[in-house]
């Protein structure tokens, strides 16, 4: 990321912000946070060094300067900042983008299929609850998970991801719910995708109709 598209970001995220003013909510009260101490320039820049490069909390307390507790609570609260925005962002390319960067095999084999949708689990705690212990039994894994829907690319970029979803729904169940179809039919609309182009999926999805 170049430093003009660093400050754009910045820009997007805190567009009135004054100086005065910081909007963040952080988990914890902690001095080190205090904007005079810490510039929230350089908290977003923190976060995004352990995004990209997955440094350790030690490693960025020591980068930094400030205490291990004090990088825990800003990248957890710079992220829950930034979801909200950033994630109802679509990150669809467009469909000339989508075909022009199709590995050739790809484009001989599935010259119109622009995304590749599965779902996904995330096996969590045994809930103390019976009727949650119901609600997150899968199936498939034989535990207790959260499911998403998660469609990349024929690159493998990922393109859209769900919310989470109690491992016993199904992934049908999921797609109808979780906001996908309204999502393609708004693609649709702008253009990004046509009528006749297609989507991959296992067998397990029956959701031609839909």
């Known amino acids: 990321m170049t430093y003009a598209r660093f400050l754009m970001l910045?820009?997007?995220?805190?567009?009135?912000?004054?100086?005065n003013h910081n909007p963040v909510v952080y988990d914890s009260k902690r001095k080190e946070i205090h904007?005079?101490?810490?510039?929230?320039?350089e908290q977003v820049f923190l976060y995004l060094c352990r995004l990209r490069n997955g440094l350790s909390i030690k490693d960025l307390a020591f980068r930094f300067n400030i205490k291990?507790?004090?990088?825990?609570?800003?990248?957890n609260s710079i992220a829950k900042y930034m979801?909200?925005?950033?994630g109802s962002l679509s990150s669809w390319p467009t469909r000339n983008v989508l075909i022009e960067n199709m590995t050739e095999a790809y484009r001989i084999d599935f010259p119109t299929c622009l995304a590749i949708l599965d779902c996904?689990?995330?096996?969590?705690e045994k809930p103390s609850s019976l009727k949650?212990?119901?609600?997150?039994?899968?199936?498939y894994k034989s535990t207790n998970t959260l499911k998403a829907l998660v469609v990349c690319d024929p690159r493998g970029s990922v393109i859209f991801v769900s919310d989470l979803f109690s491992g016993s729904i199904s992934d049908?169940?999921?797609?109808?719910q979780c906001g996908f179809l309204d999502h393609l039919r708004n693609l649709k609309a702008k253009g990004f995708i046509h009528a006749n182009d297609s989507l991959m999926a296992d067998k397990g999805f029956l959701?031609?109709?839909d």
Do not use: W
């Open 172 to 176: 049908n169940k999921i797609v109808r």
């Open 68 to 75: 291990v507790q004090t990088v825990s609570a800003v990248i």
């Open 120 to 124: 996904t689990e995330i096996k969590t």
């Open 10 to 19: 910045l820009s997007f995220l805190f567009p009135s912000e004054n100086g």
């Open 132 to 139: 949650q212990q119901s609600q997150l039994y899968s199936d």
């Open 83 to 86: 979801y909200p925005r950033l």
């Open 35 to 41: 904007k005079d101490k810490f510039p929230l320039s």
């Open 207 to 209: 959701i031609e109709n």
